[in-house]
């Protein structure tokens, strides 16, 4: 048996030893307010009617019945009918107010308790002091149903809070992962672009010295065709494979370089120049990077300088460079005091930086720092330095 299944049956056992108690105490009070031992009618009733009670779960209109016949026959077999004596339809009455419609569980409960009263009636002359006991018989399980019908609305209500939270998680997941099919495409055709522009360039080259070679030996100007067919091919299979990610309306493929850390200078002064103090700070000697690396530090950086700008609710920013052997280290930290925006943490632009850094290899983590501000930490993978290409460093 589960946990989740030993609770029920301990609290099923609970209720029915409580019923079964409130039965027999019932049974122990006489007219004139004396007190007897419980007659074995007593004893009948309480366990037939508290036999009743697990049915409430699956039938509760019939447990009602049930409960409220054995009360019924208390008056007959000269029981006096009590509160504490019909707490088996009390129960069920708060069952079945919290399981059905509250129009048929109002009509059943007051036909259970119009029954109690008129049992009462037909077999006994009542004084005033029975009228009160009378009325607080028949008000058990109007009160029960009342709280039934009132947990009813309570677990509707939180059932559908936690729908709409559902839902609410199901839409940004759904969002987020729009945005990284989004980002992912940009950055696919921002990758296009640089091959393509360097591929063009090398076609170019090739081609000029093809013709400025021509006087060389036969084996030189073959080479340099098929470099030109060679680089002519990757081309047109560049452009017929990634360039399909373009969409109508699209800009026109750059015909520069896509930026890197080397107009690290011209992005800063940008931000400057809109109220932004940026300060840099450089580690370890700068090398030249692989392309697609150094666009992505160039874009995690402006990104970062960008949502400083919008969100941070400072003036100054500080950018970080830390050169390794095998890794560039990237932090952008502010001290801003602004309260958290849909884009820091955890927002969308975050999920572009952290998709660039993985597409390189890297990794990038975000959020706000203990003494206060906001932290963007990029580790990127270099090759060895004797792999990279001679290049202008930042």
Not at 163 to 177: C, G, K
Not at 229 to 236: F, H
Not at 246 to 254: N, S
Not at 331 to 352: C, F, K, M, N, Q
């Amino acid at each position: 048996m589960t946990n989740g299944g030993a609770r029920s049956w301990w609290r099923e056992a609970a209720v029915t030893a409580a019923a079964f108690a409130c039965c027999l105490l019932g049974g122990v009070l006489r007219a004139g307010d004396t007190v007897g031992p419980p007659p074995g009618a007593a004893y009948v009733i309480a366990v037939v009617s508290c036999a009743v009670l697990p049915l409430r779960h699956r039938a509760p209109v019939a447990a009602v019945a049930g409960t409220t016949l054995c009360g019924v026959l208390a008056q007959p077999l000269d029981l006096l009918l009590t509160p504490l004596t019909v707490a088996p339809v009390v129960i069920t009455a708060y069952s079945l107010a919290v399981r059905t419609e509250w129009r048929a569980a109002g009509a059943v409960t007051l036909t259970s308790a119009a029954l109690l009263v008129a049992s009462v009636l037909l077999f006994e002359d009542l004084s005033w002091k029975d009228a009160s006991r009378m009325a607080a018989v028949a008000a058990s399980p109007l009160v029960a149903g009342v709280l039934g019908y009132s947990t009813r609305n309570r677990r509707a209500y939180l059932a559908a809070m936690e729908e709409r939270a559902r839902r609410a998680e199901e839409s940004r997941d759904s969002e987020a992962r729009r945005r990284v099919a989004e980002e992912r495409v940009r950055i696919a055709r921002e990758l296009h672009d640089l091959v393509a522009h360097q591929i063009t360039l090398a076609n170019a080259q090739a081609t000029v010295a093809s013709h400025l070679f021509d006087v060389r030996p036969e084996q030189t100007r073959e080479s340099l065709r098929e470099l030109v067919g060679t680089t002519r091919d990757a081309l047109d299979d560049l452009r017929a494979t990634v360039g399909l990610l373009r969409q109508t309306g699209d800009a026109v493929a750059p015909s520069e370089p896509a930026p890197g850390l080397s107009r690290l200078p011209t992005l800063l002064d940008s931000f400057r120049r809109a109220g932004l103090e940026v300060s840099v700070h450089q580690e370890g000697p700068a090398r030249p990077l692989p392309p697609g690396v150094d666009l992505t530090a160039y874009r995690i950086v402006q990104e970062a300088l960008t949502n400083v700008t919008k969100h941070a609710g400072t003036g100054s920013a500080r950018v970080r460079l830390a050169w390794r052997n095998d890794r560039l280290t990237i932090t952008v930290a502010d001290d801003g005091t602004a309260p958290a925006a849909p884009d820091r943490p955890s927002g969308y632009g975050l999920i572009g930086l952290r998709e660039r850094a993985t597409a390189v290899g890297g990794h990038l983590s975000a959020g706000r720092r203990p003494e206060g501000g906001f932290l963007v930490s990029t580790e990127l993978p270099l090759p060895p330095a004797r792999d990279t290409t001679t290049g202008d460093a930042p």
